[in-house]
């Protein structure tokens, strides 16, 4: 929910800002002025739209599309261009900075604050997710589904129906629980923005998905083996 509400704040002020940059930019003398005041715009939009990248792929992606199964690469590309937008909101800070120090009003002082923990909300978001699904171990598991086929209490913060999990041979196995809100959620790499994650590690997680891989990998097994006249 905090990220999403982020989202509208940086597209606010991404608006709000392009707008007294053109209003400057009709009204410069020069045409180098003109053309580097648009150029700005432009970019602003671009920061925009990366931050916001994931949401807007909920809304315009195939991740809401029935049918249709996102792709790993292009499931990170939307978490891509949220760290790359909160690396260019970090660069953006001085400036807001010098003019909130130069000013007595309120409003500078609250962007600079909100573009602060945007930058933080965003690139920490994306750098826990790049790092945990750093591997091709790594995907989800039916929580919810798990604990009806076996006992799992080792995982007591974990409220979601889904779990983010790191597959190995044994256990227990790294996971986190996202919050209510979860993107691309048709990939094998959902993503669930900062703070709404539960971490740690469970041995019966582990237990019970071992145990289906066994019971899968004989009954598979099974079918392979010729019928006996």
Same mark, same amino acid.
């Given at each position: 929910?905090?990220?999403?509400?982020?989202?509208?704040?940086?597209?606010?002020?991404?608006?709000?800002?392009?707008?007294?940059?053109?209003?400057?930019?009709?009204?410069?003398?020069?045409?180098?002025?003109?053309?580097?005041?648009?150029?700005?715009?432009?970019?602003?939009?671009?920061?925009?739209?990366?931050?916001?990248?994931?949401?807007?792929?909920?809304?315009?992606?195939?991740?809401?599309?029935?049918?249709?199964?996102?792709?790993?690469?292009?499931?990170?590309?939307?978490?891509?261009?949220?760290?790359?937008?909160?690396?260019?909101?970090?660069?953006?800070?001085?400036?807001?900075?010098?003019?909130?120090?130069?000013?007595?009003?309120?409003?500078?002082?609250? $962007? =600079?604050?909100? /573009?602060? #923990?945007?930058?933080?909300?965003?690139? @920490?978001? %994306?750098? &826990?997710?790049?790092?945990?699904?750093?591997?091709?171990?790594?995907?989800?598991?039916?929580?919810?589904?798990?604990?009806?086929?076996?006992?799992?209490?080792?995982?007591?913060?974990?409220?979601?129906?889904?779990?983010?999990?790191?597959?190995?041979?044994?256990?227990?196995?790294?996971?986190?629980?996202?919050?209510?809100?979860?993107?691309?959620?048709?990939?094998?790499?959902?993503?669930?923005?900062?703070?709404?994650?539960?971490?740690?590690?469970?041995? $019966? =997680?582990?237990? /019970?998905? #071992?145990?289906?891989?066994?019971?899968? @990998?004989? %009954?598979? &097994?099974?079918?392979?083996?010729?019928?006996?006249?």
């Amino acid at each position: 929910m905090l990220y999403i509400l982020l989202c509208s704040v940086v597209l606010l002020i991404v608006v709000i800002g392009n707008v007294a940059r053109a209003t400057q930019a009709l009204v410069s003398s020069g045409p180098s002025q003109r053309l580097q005041q648009m150029a700005l715009v432009l970019v602003s939009y671009a920061v925009g739209m990366a931050y916001c990248a994931p949401l807007l792929y909920l809304f315009f992606g195939p991740d809401g599309a029935p049918g249709e199964t996102l792709g790993i690469d292009s499931a990170r590309l939307t978490v891509y261009l949220l760290f790359a937008a909160s690396v260019a909101l970090l660069f953006y800070i001085p400036s807001l900075w010098k003019r909130a120090a130069n000013s007595k009003g309120f409003w500078p002082m609250g $962007q =600079l604050t909100l /573009v602060a #923990l945007a930058c933080f909300v965003g690139g @920490k978001s %994306a750098y &826990d997710h790049l790092t945990f699904f750093n591997t091709d171990q790594a995907g989800w598991a039916d929580v919810a589904l798990m604990k009806e086929i076996g006992e799992i209490t080792d995982m007591p913060g974990c409220t979601s129906p889904v779990a983010f999990v790191r597959f190995q041979s044994t256990g227990p196995f790294e996971y986190r629980c996202p919050g209510l809100i979860v993107f691309n959620r048709l990939s094998s790499q959902p993503f669930g923005p900062w703070p709404h994650n539960d971490t740690g590690s469970s041995q $019966q =997680l582990a237990d /019970v998905i #071992l145990k289906i891989k066994s019971e899968a @990998k004989v %009954a598979e &097994d099974f079918a392979e083996e010729p019928a006996r006249l």
